[in-house]
DNA sequence: AGGTACTGTGGGAGCGCTCCCACAAGTGAT
DNA sequence: ATCACTTGTGGGAGCGCTCCCACAGTACCT
């Protein structure tokens, strides 16, 4: 049955030239076969498709990679250390969107670490190297050099967060303005009128947003905006802390915050407590990102959700588009193209 | 500088041949010097490194995969859904220990997913059409196809528990008999003389091995093994709990339990409370695993640790050699490779 | 002087595909 | 009957490497 211990080549993989031949037809009919070319005569399709399963005939993606110049492969690029990623639901969620998308396709995900220098070398190596189709871009810092090293490699690229309004790459948020505008909405109708903001970290777009829509929210309300009741924090826990003693000594008399993350949340709850304020009772807390933090706090926070796997899920899309945008079939569509989707209000018994 | 509107062929990548001219060898030579053979003189391999900095060159994987017949990239397959991947912390130890014996590599790791019916049929096509050079297993079940399906096509492969005490695959796996003896030495050190043992799934060859551990521990400290005092668990909570149910039934005077996992531990506890004992005055406790769950239970569970980090280092290093031997260099060394790493019991207040 | 061995090197052949040109055969308008 | 398409098909060329054979050059024995 095997070949007496040859060395390895030709184990007996069937190659497209085996399969024309069985089939009776030429090679370039086969390729056209497999690739699902509308080119080919119902008969002439049967036959080959016939003589694939009998042969057990699998592509060589080596062969069509180096021909067609593609891999059939994108990456997941998490600029962040392994821990993170583990540990933050933000990532298995937006995993879960992205293998849903891929799931009908051929296309493979591959998942690469760009948290130390070090890997972000073997990053960059691995991207001058063409060994992916596209990227998945997500959590990028404002200065991160990435997005401009891909636009460098023309390979087509899709983030989670635009780097700001006028973002170059296409892009996939969730609407941080609406959802800010939600929270704060929602602590004006439970009878709130001091309402603070503990913002994100502001060099992030989504931070500055979450900001707008705050504003926004408390002025068409009629409310006057007091710069004093907000105050800059960085989406930790930390943070959230100083930010909160901040406030408490400006604004003793606040009834609500709205923090930009559900960390930054818990921060200025254990000062809140400290302080001898009760939750909900003297001061309402509504956090962000809807992670197992809201739900476990004591009491479990409101916070604002985003469809986070739904996102992973566009992303994909939209990168898979324009990976078919770049092959030499190619009727370019080429708008830029900047998504945006709907935030959800969980409401919970902090406020 | 960039080439007007063209198709996208040619975008100006160097190949080999034209590092070649321009460092004035043959292509042959330059291949040799990417590839670090020992058989070019200093100057020409001077000459050539510097025509590949100056033009930037970066290999073509397709092509030399097509070439040598190899992908330089091992696939870690994950038997589970990825729910489980994310919040377990086996499989980010894991994970750590691989990257760190892949990082002065060449070699790629992909992540594969195999929980679902749909996902494994993916995984066999992704096998049969040979994407990677070598797979790595991890908690695999005993009635897996997937490892003969390996040896089928000659993919080495490299699992993380033996499924039994002759596993043909290289494997690699923590002591379950030494852990489970030093859990129970542990408890007959402290004085306890009625020691119980929840199985862990004893199709699961791992789980054996610490019931011969309990025994053996038991003997040779002179104890008599009461058969009634093991009780068949699954690993699962449910599974601690029915067991200790069971167990309290039967043996109402047990002074300590020895469970096959922390999250049986955790079951155990329950019911251990729910009936009054309390833990570790009436009854010790140890688990197995030292996962979250064992720092943060209420006490702190006394549990075995396995130095989950450290098996997937060996078990990358172990599949590069054997990825490494099959090459057509191959001084063949294919002596059976088993390897058994310690574990160490780290003791809390449980016990 | 011839033989033998090694070292370093060039380049042909070929890996298994895709792309595309060429062309046969059919279809309908002129 | 001629031309102009369309549809389906075969197969050459070429993607960028690795492998290996051939061979020049040098060194060291007989």
Redesign the interface.
């Known amino acids: 049955m095997a070949s007496h211990g040859v ?3 030709s ?1 007996g ?1 069937p190659t497209l030239e085996e399969v024309a031949a069985r089939a009776g037809v030429g090679r370039g009919t086969v390729s056209r076969v497999i690739n699902g070319s509308p080119r080919v005569s119902e008969a002439t399709r049967a036959a080959v498709e016939a003589a694939v399963a009998e042969l ?1 005939y ?6 069509r ?2 021909a067609a ?1 593609r ?1 059939d492969a994108i990456a997941l690029v998490v600029p962040e250390p ?2 993170r990623f ?1 540990t933050e ?1 933000y ?2 969620d937006m ?2 969107g992205v ?1 849903a998308a891929l ?1 009908d396709t051929e296309m ?1 995900l ?2 690469i ?1 760009a948290g130390s220098d ?1 890997e972000r070398q073997r990053l960059a ?2 991207l ?4 992916v189709d596209g990227v998945l871009l997500v959590s990028v810092h404002a200065d991160d050099p990435l997005p401009d090293m891909l636009s460098q490699l ?1 390979i087509p690229a899709v983030i989670s967060g635009p780097r700001s309004a006028d973002e170059t790459l296409t892009s996939v948020d969730s609407d941080n303005y609406g959802g800010a505008r939600q929270a704060v909405e929602h602590l004006i109708g439970r009878g709130r009128r001091t309402i603070a903001h503990i913002t994100g970290r502001l060099d992030v777009y989504g931070a500055q947003r979450r900001v707008d829509g705050y504003r926004d929210a408390l002025r068409e309300a009629g409310h006057e905006v007091d710069e004093l009741l907000i105050e800059p924090g960085d989406f930790s826990e930390g943070g959230g802390r100083r930010a909160m003693e901040a406030l408490l000594e400006r604004r003793p008399g606040l009834d609500a915050v709205f923090a930009a993350s559900d960390v930054t949340a818990a921060g200025a709850r254990q000062v809140l407590r400290e302080a001898g304020r009760r939750i909900p009772d003297d001061v309402a807390l509504v956090g962000y990102d809807d992670s197992a933090i809201a739900r476990h706090m004591e009491p479990p926070l409101t916070s604002v959700r985003q469809p986070i796997e739904e996102m992973g899920r566009a992303m994909t899309d939209l990168l898979l588009r324009e990976v078919a945008d ?1 092959r ?1 079939s190619a009727t370019r569509e080429l708008e830029r193209r900047q998504m945006v989707l709907a935030t959800e209000l969980v409401e919970r018994a902090s406020s």
Chains 1, 2 share one sequence.
């Open positions: 060395r390895g080549r184990g993989r057990g699998v592509p060589n993606t080596a062969a990679a180096l110049n891999t392994e821990t583990f639901p990532f298995s995993l879960r293998g799931s493979q591959l998942l670490f070090r190596q691995y001058a190297a063409h060994r023309e770049r030499p």
